[in-house]
């Protein structure tokens, strides 16, 4: 983990190359993907299964694909109490945050005219598990339950196997989350059968969830034809400290983002050159004791990064600069800082916040926008399994008064079909 | 235009394709938008020029780029008194439709643990105007209003032109709109430039506005790298009437919405054939006699259809199955028929709505999801230009609770860093 004061010449250039980094795309992989999603849109479940057989090494047949109600109820069995316990905790307080983003129809009456806004939850949404070695039953739970509470009929879920068998813990997150249906399918052909539909798995209307690069470029050219969540990139913490900031925490907190992914990327931003020492020193106290060290030290020596500015004015650029998914303020009344945010996925505030309670237990969602994407997007709510409606109600009166504004701009604009829509119901 | 009943053989089979219209995406011309899009990334505005010059034939220089605050003055003086009226007539509606979608930051106190939501406008936003024939000073208010109200600071405006000249008509609806900056520049090199930024042109953080298939092309490619608004296609209307329906009405609206394009959809469903027979003469009759006739004949030739279904609840599941863009219910209650509906981008209620209303001056915006995408895209509105974070912040007590939670889920995946950044507080 390097240092780099303000001071220092290559300060700006290495801020920039940082607010450079974001979600690449991958050219070359493009080409196979489209043609696996186009043989899955002709070849429905047929095609499927093929694929599963060639990327997944698993015979499956169609009747095969979806998890049996006793596979579920086994699952649990594999569970602990505290297990259990733990996932229905979670599940709660996420239920119980994503309950206050509701927004709800309204309509405006106004000299008899009224207009308004109807919200109506998605008919269908696909959820995107990945396989392989990390498993993350939390992340089941942040995807499917705000669209569980935002009324959504059926929401199903994909994860692909070698073996035929999804993890129970996957299987039981998904069940306490409220999970309609399971299919043990994944990679781009389960992209495709959630974006067209086969006989055996529902077209849906929006697919969510992470995925592996093959993923991530089926989700984006699917995108139309169904929506998608956000082009997700690796994870990422920024932690703004002052001199008050407990150097064990920065580090602990650091590493925690760390060992997620290679590619993760940590930021500190400091006013304090003491701090900034003290934390590499952690930093790199801490690394060998990890279960995860090998990934941890990868994301550290490749990206991790110290900034040293002069003011507190001057950190804050820098964070609202990299625009980070997880954002730490380790300050001085910390929850007065907040409001010099302009750009994060989430604020954690003060010294009893690591950003880890948040990823399970505190309830806001963790899936978050990556790469600067914090600019323009933001973390999964309530509102990407919704959709709105205009409503216009005009009355004769009303109308009469507007007529002439609407013949004006329509002539403007060479539509005359559209003043005479309007004329027509004066004759 | 054809009539089909529900007693035909073929009347699943007609519904099933007019579902399955929708946005498509031109492989053959990505190459080329990648190409361009790559160029402008690398060359700023050398290559902006160098392109605008090929494809529009015009010789600009980076400093002639944007359009000066005397030509904006000089634009007014070519529109008549009516002309800037109705223009700030429909600014006025629209802002204080969007006025009503306000959506405000929340934090939530509850045993000492705050948590919440922060809305934070985009810093800067670009909309794409099309140039060419079709010259739509409305669609200009639609898409930079909603961006002033929601606080976005900086609205920039790209428009290509072959003569230098921007149209007075655009000119004065962005004033009149808020926009801050104007470039005569259009196609995929403009679509670049905000995706990427030049010395000229800023980057921005979201793309929104109309174009064509290579403006579409474009805007697909940079979604990740900055926001877009959605994949639009050919508008549609779909009217659902029954017998009390005023054929005459009707017709005018279906004509106003074929007179756009001649790739426009237009669609009736009806539980009376009386009708139908009606509005498909009517729609003979009036046809000739729009200014726009040719586009219109190609349009009702081409895709218009009556659906003759025998019960509501039968019209209402053709309405939801095919999810238009615009939804015009001509039936007696229609408020009450509005619950019916699921998927649809606006609703028309009643006999004087006619879309033209909303197309223009009733407030609600006119930029609209197409080609089914009703049934997960929503109308553009003040969301699309803010954003949210989410706060959170834990006392030493509340975290100690949940401490156990955080430790057991990290656990099932592995994360061990992640237990630890918790345990590092209570040590």
Known sequence: MKIISSKDREFKKTLDQVCRRGSQQNAKIEGRVKQILQAVERGGDAAVCRYVKQFDGLRLTPRGIKVRREEIVHAYKYLSISERNSLRFAAKRIRSFHERQRTKTWVHTDKGVKLGQMITPLDVVGL???????????????????????????????????????????????????????????????????????????????????GNMYVAAAKRVVYGTVDIDMIAGPSELLVVADETANPLHCAADLL????????????????????????????AKQLPKLSRKQIATH???????????????????????????HLELLVKRPLEAVKKVRHAGAIFVGPHTPPAVADYVAGPNHVLPTG???????????????????????????????????????GMEGLQAHARSIESRSE
């Open 128 to 210: 995107y598990v990945p396989g392989g070695k990390a498993l993350y039953p939390s992340t089941v739970l942040m995807n499917a339950i705000p669209a569980k509470v935002a009324g959504v009929g059926r929401v199903i879920m994909c994860t692909p196997t070698t073996s035929g068998e999804i993890h129970p813990y996957l299987l039981a997150a998904a069940d306490i989350a409220g999970v309609d249906e399971i299919y043990r399918i994944g990679g781009v052909q389960a992209v495709g059968a959630m974006a067209y539909g086969t006989r055996t798995i529902p077209k849906t209307d929006k697919i969510v969830g992470p």
């Open 372 to 410: 600067g994407s914090a600019r323009f997007f933001s973390a999964l709510s309530l509102d990407d399994f919704v959709k709105k409606t205009n409503i216009v109600m005009y009355n004769q009166k009303q109308l009469k008064e507007v007529q002439a504004h609407v013949t004006c701009l329509a």
């Open 256 to 283: 925690c983002e760390a060992e997620h992914d290679e590619e993760a990327r940590v930021y500190l931003v400091t006013t304090s050159l003491r701090v900034a020492k003290a934390v590499v020193r952690e930093v």
């Open 299 to 325: 994301s550290v020596r490749q990206y991790a990064i110290a900034f040293v500015t002069s003011t507190m004015e001057q950190a804050f650029d820098v964070a609202n600069a990299i625009a980070a998914e």
